[in-house]
Structure formats: C-alpha cells, structure tokens
C-alpha cells in the first residue's frame, strides 16, 4: 500500500501554469529591488569601509596586502575593484551587488522549492526568502555574505539536478567543483556545504557513479582552494577578538541569526520550522505504516518520494550542520558570529515556507494568516535596517556633512585615532570623501593604498604631525571624536592642540557617535 493524499486547494492557474525558471526569475527581480530600496540611507560602518578601502587600491597594492590580512576576502574585494572602476563607490553602488546576489539566491530557493516540492511551496518560499531579515540586511551591506548564499543555494541546485539524472554527464561535476571553488575564495566557510551535501547525497541513495562523480569534483575543488587555505590559516589571529566577544548569546541564536533580532518574528519562524520538521517526520512515519488512502490526516501530507531527499531534510541539513560545527569549535578555535551563517538564510526560508505550506494544506486560512504574520513582524524590520544609523550605529555620513557644511577651505582635520579599528572616525574620510574635500589630513602619516600591511591609513600623533611642520599655517583645526555616548569623547589629542595654541570655540556639532568641534588659534 502507498501514501496518497486528497488534492490539496488549487493553487491558482496562474501560478500552475508558470514555469519555475519564470516564478525564480520573478521572485529574483523583487528581492533585489527589496534588498536595494533604501539601501543608500544606512552609513556605512567598519567592515564597509574595510570593502571599499581595499577595493579602491591598485591591484599590486592589493594583492600584497593579501598576503598580510584579509586573505579568505580577496576574491570579493577584487570583485568590487572591477565594479568601483565601472559604478563608483557610493553607498548605493557598493551594496546594490550584495541586493543582486540576494536575488540569485531567492532565485535558486524557488528552483530547489519546484523542484523537491511544488509550485506553490515555491511560490511561498521566494515571498518568504525576500523579506526574511538576514536576507535583507545582508542585501544592504558591501560584504561578501551575500554572495556566499547564493553560491551555496545554486550549488545546492547543482546538486540536486545531478541527482535527479540517472547518469549526470560530467559538465555537471566540473560546474559543481568550480563552483565550490570559487565559492570558497568568496567565503571560506563554503567549504562546509561539503558536510551538508554528503548528507544530502547520502540520503539520496545516490549510486556509486554518482557519489565517484561528486567526490572527484570535491576534492579538485579542495586542490584549488589549498593556498586560501594556508592563508587563513597563517591570518587566524585576525578573527582571534570572536573568542572574548560574547557570540553565542540565546538571544542572538534564537533572534539574531536570521530573525534580526525580533522576538516575535522569530517565534513565529521557529514555530513554522519546527512544525515543516514534525509534518515530514510524521509523514513518513506513516508512509511505514502504510496509511490508507483518505485515511485520516492523510490529505495533510505530500507522497513520499521512492529516492532521493526531501526538501525539509535538504533545508534542514544546509541550516544545522554549518551553523552546528562553528558553534561547535568557536571555545577551540574562535570562528563564529551570526554573519558568518547567514549563507544559512536560504535554508530558513524554505523551511518556513514548508511550515506555511502544511497550515494551507490543513486549512487554507490558517496557512494565508501564518504568511500574513511573517510578513507583518517583517516589515517593521525591514524598515529599520535602512535608517540612518542602522549599521552598527555608525553615522559617518552625518560626520561628513557637518565638516563638510562648515569647514573653510584649508581648514585642517585631526581624527580620534584612539578608538576601535572599525570606529574610526578617519573612516568617514574614505567613506564619505566629499565633505572632507577642502580641509587638510594633517596627521595622515601612510595612506591606505601605499599600506601593504594593513587595510587602513597610519597616522601620527598630534604633537609628531606638529613636528613633522603639519599645523604650520594652519589657524583652524576640526577635532573629529569618538564618542561611544553624545556626553563621553575620550578627548583624542586635546592638550596637544592646546599646546600648539589652538583653543576651542563654540562650535560643537554632536553626531550619534562622534564629536565634531573646532579649534582656532590666532596669530
């Protein structure tokens, strides 16, 4: 006997009729345009500024800094090099690729839906994969995150299809390990979605020529990504802050991965991920059983394939296995943080939109008022991730147009250099130039691009740049610091300003996170 069901609730002509490659090309287009509306308002923040700083470098410059930091991001910082020479790099421009991939990964996330479920499964995962928080944050930011989602989402694509051929031509594993390789240089974490699809390919039943196929792709993949990974090795101590940061926090893992942070959305989400997990295990519980045909419950559950993976098993493994082993070695080796698995988003999106498929197959109000709220406890999420401090609370912008608002031409500028690397008011130099157009860095000592050991400028003190005859000339000065509250500027540089004659005047502009005071002296 077979597991059969009642024909769930139509689910539209329409939608029936349009074909997966149309619905993923859609739903594609509208994530992107999701991720990159408003995307422009946010300042950019430190990682940011570490992107466009060593994208901007002439290519021999960058590729020696590679060999000192960043490594495991080179192949991302030379993407955004080819595109800065073409789209500039204003905020708009640096993020709208991250909103492009975003909508590759919403793409192959209604492939995989059509593919190992059905059309409206598809439908309801690309809704769900557009708005999802880490989906649209990461579709904001000019990081290499979310390429690696959609790397990973259209390996998994690959995969499958060469399941599903009784005998996959080899054009298929050379994609596929090309790929993984590219992949990996992109995000070195990849690499993991060799433990992911293992499992996959195990519960598959794959045969043998299959499995041979997909291990020879693996391992020319891992021949090719040898020296990344002998960098990342050697640069380990880069991430080494990950191990004293609290990064495993319950709210962060239960909220903060894929949530942004939202109690409510992420108990609903949960709630629908576990409920897509307990419907297919209890499906198939009965499909051992045998269960009658329009026996009770029956027209709840989809026919359980002869072969292959489901889709809960494949969004389930792609969501645990990476997210499980970082968590699981971040006391040995610190290598987690909630960006690092948002390559994982793909995943909870699918599972949800399984969740919300179950409710519609039980009863259609029940699955329209679960994506209802989803989308509800979405939204304002949304919203707030495109206002103006929503990057880490940087307001670089701001800095820029308040020098840039009252600064004379020949005005000299002194950056706090006493705050966090990824703090430094300096940034909002390099991020938002225009303001700072005609003032002086006085203290600059190396620039970025001529910094082969580091990503960012080198910079005197106050008192060496007056030695070095930096202020000679100079009457007006623009102290720019960090203040981690409006009321506490750590005072970067003060006295030897005061030494050198300068006095502070009345004008105080306070930013959300800095200070922007002057110093005049006479003469």
């Known amino acids: 006997m077979s597991v059969t069901m009642l024909r769930p609730a139509p689910t539209g002509r329409a939608v029936r009729a349009t074909s997966p490659a149309v619905l993923a090309a859609l739903f594609g287009v509208l994530a992107t345009v999701l991720s990159a509306t408003g995307s422009w308002i946010p300042s950019l923040w430190g990682d940011e500024a570490t992107s466009i700083m060593s994208a901007q470098r002439p290519l021999s410059s960058l590729f020696v800094m590679l060999g000192h930091v ?80 959609a790397i990973v989402a259209w390996l998994t694509v690959l995969l499958i299809t060469a399941l599903g051929r009784e005998r996959p031509r080899a054009g298929w594993w050379v994609g596929y390990g090309a790929l993984l390789a590219v992949g990996t240089y992109v995000f070195l974490y990849t690499l993991l979605f060799v433990l992911v699809h293992g499992v996959v390919i195990a519960a598959s039943r794959a045969p043998r020529r299959v499995v041979v196929g997909w ?6 993949a891992v021949v090719a990504v040898v020296p990344l990974l002998i960098a990342a090795v050697g640069q380990h101590h880069q991430i080494a802050y990950l191990g004293v940061v609290q990064q495993l926090a319950p709210l962060t893992l239960f909220s903060g991965l894929w949530f942004g942070g939202g109690w409510p959305l992420a108990i609903a989400g949960w709630a629908l991920v576990v409920l897509a997990v307990a419907m297919e295990a209890r499906r198939r519980v009965l499909a051992r059983r045998a269960l009658p045909a329009g026996g009770p419950g029956s027209r709840l559950f989809l026919p359980v394939p002869s072969s292959g993976p489901s889709l809960v098993l494949v969004a389930l493994t792609w969501l645990l296995l990476p997210t499980v082993v970082l968590i699981a070695l971040q006391p040995i080796v610190p290598d987690f943080t909630a960006r690092y698995v948002s390559f994982c988003a793909p995943a909870v999106a699918l599972l949800v939109a399984c969740g919300i498929d179950d ?25 707030g991730q495109r206002t103006l401090y929503a990057k880490n609370g940087s307001d670089w912008a701001e800095v820029s147009a308040a020098v840039g608002a009252n600064a004379r031409p020949g005005d000299a500028v002194v950056f706090d250099e006493g705050a966090h690397p990824s703090k430094l008011p300096r940034l909002a130099l390099h991020t938002y130039p225009a303001g700072f157009a005609d003032t002086a860095d006085v203290t600059l000592a190396v620039p970025f691009a001529k910094n082969t050991t580091s990503w960012r400028d080198s910079a005197y003190s106050v008192r060496h740049a007056a030695d070095l005859g930096r202020f000679d000339g100079i009457d ?48």
């Open 359 to 383: 409710l519609l197959r039980w009863r259609w109000w029940a699955g329209v008022v679960a994506g209802g709220l989803v989308l509800a406890l979405s939204v304002p999420l949304y919203v």
């Open 476 to 523: 007006r000065v623009w102290l720019v610091e960090y203040a981690a509250t409006p009321s506490t500027p750590d005072h970067y540089g003060v006295a030897d300003l005061t030494a050198l004659g300068f006095h502070q005047t009345g004008t105080r502009i306070t930013t959300h996170h800095e200070l922007v005071a002057l110093y005049e002296r006479t003469r």
């Open 70 to 149: 960043d490594a495991v991001h080179g192949a991302y910082y030379l993407g955004l090099h080819l595109w800065g020479h073409f789209f500039g790099f204003s905020p708009f421009s640096v993020r709208l690729p991250s909103a492009i991939a975003v909508g590759l990964a919403t793409a192959a996330v209604v492939v995989l839906a059509a593919r190992l479920r059905d059309t409206r499964t598809a439908v309801v995962a690309g809704l769900v994969c557009a708005i999802l928080p880490r989906v649209t944050y990461m579709g904001e930011e000019a990081r290499s995150f979310a390429f690696s989602a």
């Open 215 to 220: 291990l020879w792709a693996v391992g020319c």
